[in-house]
């Protein structure tokens, strides 16, 4: 079986179930029952046409379970086995499918786990494995999120924004398991930019892309952090990058400037650079001017502080620091890095120690506690 | 290459903006937090509860019913990952050198700190974590009083995020 092909087809057949009368909740519990019997059968027997299949399992597993609820309760039940062939499912469901699973009433974690299921195709068992906590937490957090959305209509316009942020959080998330969550993110993103035509869509898959494209490098072979100035650039993979920038040149084209197409651009520039030295650092920091006047975000200005110390110096960066709230993530880190481009090892190597113990990640504070193990072993004048 | 690199870069250039909605940080995920239970090592409980061994059946069934039920309303709000409890019976063990095997010491009854048990959990916040905590420190002890023992609460150590820079 092609299981990615197989998972592409379950947001449609959702729709056509919701099509057919059944509730937004009903459905996507069908749909996931078929598409573990699927996962179950198809290796041995793959039939002649998947979706048909898939849709008639799906409808069959809606169907008793209506009828089992229904004699529960001693009412008739209002469904037919073999249901009138319904009107032709559209592209639409899938788009609303995607707002309906990011409704900005959800707490993210539920709208990450919903958005993967229904319409990332993925399996509950495979959600709960990449996020590291028990199928039936995973499956509790699923069914809270549809009984919180259970009013909702399929058929109205939703959040864009939501939508991209429960795309980016996915993306964010890296590996989980077997399971690969950026490459996930990046075909959700894709589709999405087929379904609808915005420039910020465009902005997102293209930060994605451009990250993605540097992945190979950010990582040693014991699994240590390499940071960006350190990435061997031969590793980094240019047919990515070639698509991410024609997306973003396009985006940007349009004169609707958004937070992720700015992302993308500092994200473009960076693999841009053949080299750590060459990179174009001013207008790295003109873009982090945007995104602050976009987002206001204290984390964009940290950003913006460390761009300036490379553009202007590591003074300036220091001072622009220096106005930055100091419980800011990451803010020990990135004054101890513009400490040590001062020339002030002694002091940088503190800092690394301190910003290693507000790591939030093991491999971050590695990276950190051996900056400062590096920075140790100079030779006291250097 | 490098040709349509710099021209790829000038094209860069920001221009004017249109406004766009509000502020997103990336790092929104839901972080796990490890509630340890200790034996010994924490701040006397605030109730100066008599040891489990002291109370009645009735009381000690209260306490793990109490403690089985907080488990399973997390798995019913998607936020349990893990119970444990630890035997008290644990031994230290270290290396002795090429082709000798470990040195196995202990139990030391005066060890200061030992856990008892643990309880992760997956939340949205510190403050959901502390509140969770607060309840499962509410276990009924001695005469179906909250025990008020103190939880130690840790956050787990995530995986690093693919965008940092």
């Known amino acids: 079986v092609n299981e990615s092909l197989l998972r592409e087809m379950i947001p449609a057949v959702i729709g056509v179930l919701v099509r057919r009368g059944a509730d937004f909740a009903s459905a996507e519990d069908a749909v996931q029952d078929a598409l573990v019997s699927a996962l179950h059968t198809w290796p041995e027997r793959e039939p002649t046409d998947p979706k048909a299949w898939l849709v008639t399992a799906a409808w069959r597993k809606f169907v008793d379970r209506a009828r089992s609820d229904s004699s529960r309760r001693g009412r008739e039940v209002a469904v037919e086995a073999q249901p009138a062939a319904g009107p032709a499912p559209q592209a639409d469901d899938t788009l609303a499918l995607y707002f309906l699973c990011a409704h900005p009433s959800l707490p993210s974690a539920s709208a990450v786990a919903l958005t993967l299921r229904a319409v990332g195709g993925l399996t509950t068992r495979q959600i709960a494995t990449a996020y590291l906590v028990p199928e039936a937490t995973m499956a509790q957090r699923i069914s809270r999120a549809k009984k919180r959305i259970a009013g909702e209509q399929l058929d109205r316009p939703g959040d864009l924004a939501t939508v991209l942020r429960v795309l980016y959080l996915i993306f964010n998330e890296g590996y989980g398991g077997d399971l690969d969550l950026a490459a996930e993110a990046i075909r959700l993103a894709r589709q999405l930019a087929t379904l609808i035509d915005e420039p910020e869509v465009a902005g997102l898959l293209a930060l994605m892309l451009l990250h993605h494209a540097r992945r190979a490098s950010r990582t040693g072979p014991d699994g240590r952090l390499v940071p960006l100035a350190e990435q061997d650039r031969s590793l980094w993979d240019t047919r990515l990058i070639e698509e991410g920038v024609g997306v973003l040149q396009q985006a940007l084209s349009r004169d609707r400037l958004g937070e992720y197409q700015a992302q993308a651009a500092v994200a473009a520039l960076h693999a841009d650079a053949p080299t750590s030295a060459e990179t174009d650092w001013v207008q790295i920091v003109e873009w982090y001017d945007e995104l602050l006047r976009l987002t206001g975000s204290p984390v964009v200005r940290l950003n913006r502080a460390v761009a300036i110390g490379e553009a202007d110096g590591p003074r300036a960066g220091l001072a622009e620091l220096a106005a930055l709230d100091p419980a800011l993530p990451r803010h020990a880190a990135a004054r101890a890095y513009l400490h040590e481009r001062a020339g002030d090892v002694a002091a940088a190597a503190e800092l690394y120690v301190e910003a290693a113990r507000a790591a939030t990640s093991v491999a971050e504070r590695d990276h950190l506690t051996r900056q400062a193990a590096r920075l140790r072993q100079l030779p006291r004048d250097a | ?165």
């Open chain 2, 1 to 165: 290459m490098s040709a349509a690199m710099s021209r790829t870069a000038t094209r860069f250039r920001p221009w004017g903006v249109s406004g766009q909605d509000g502020p997103h940080e990336a790092k929104e995920n839901l972080v796990k937090y490890l509630l340890l239970k200790h034996y010994r090592g924490a701040p006397a409980p605030a109730s100066g509860c008599a040891p489990m061994d002291q109370w009645t059946p009735a009381e000690i069934d209260a306490h793990i019913r109490y403690m089985k039920d907080f488990a399973t309303r997390l798995e019913g709000t998607g936020e349990f990952v893990d119970a444990q409890g630890l035997s008290p019976d644990g031994m230290f063990v270290r290396y002795d050198g090429e082709g000798r095997p470990p040195v196995v010491d202990g139990p030391f009854p005066e060890t200061k700190d030992l856990i008892a048990g643990w309880m992760v959990i997956d939340v949205e916040s510190q403050d959901r974590a502390l509140e969770l905590a607060g309840e499962l420190s509410a276990a009924p002890g001695q005469g179906g009083e909250p025990i008020c023992e103190w939880l130690e609460v840790r956050p787990i150590m995530e995986a690093p995020a693919t965008v940092t820079e």
